[in-house]
Nanobody
Framework: QVQLVESGGGLVQAGGSLRLSCAAS????????MGWYRQAPGKQRELVAA???????NYADSVKGRFTVSRGNARNTVYLQMNSLKPEDTAIYYC??????????WGQGTQVTVSS
């Protein structure tokens, strides 16, 4: 099993930056990829960015050029650097890990609010 804990959300003005962190524990050597999803009120959860154990990254079109996903030196940490934030980025952000090739783990979520 893998457990995830996020941190770093908060309130920021449009154009500002935030950095989210996610720490994994448990069977971290079975993790294949980690990433971030978000869910705004009344909307479905959507992929924001992900990074594989090999370092390949994937981004939603809406965040390309503004957000950067990265992993820490340890295998168990993933970050999301968010720059040039917009009000439409307001959502609960969830850390996700895929492990053992087919299982999902989720964090508890962290609120990001961007004021105009």
């Amino acid at each position: 099993q893998v457990q995830l804990v996020e941190s770093g959300g908060g309130l920021v003005q449009a154009g500002g930056s935030l950095r989210l962190s996610c720490a994994a524990s448990g069977s971290i050597f079975s993790i294949n990829a980690m990433g971030w999803y978000r869910q705004a009120p009344g909307k479905q959860r959507e992929l924001v960015a992900a990074i594989t154990s090999g370092g390949s990254t994937n981004y939603a079109d809406s965040v390309k050029g503004r957000f950067t996903v990265s992993r820490g030196n340890a295998r168990n940490t993933v970050y999301l650097q968010m720059n040039s934030l917009k009000p439409e980025d307001t959502a609960i952000y969830y850390c996700n890990a895929i492990f053992q090739g087919r299982y999902d783990a989720w964090g508890q979520g962290t609120q990001v609010t961007v004021s105009s």
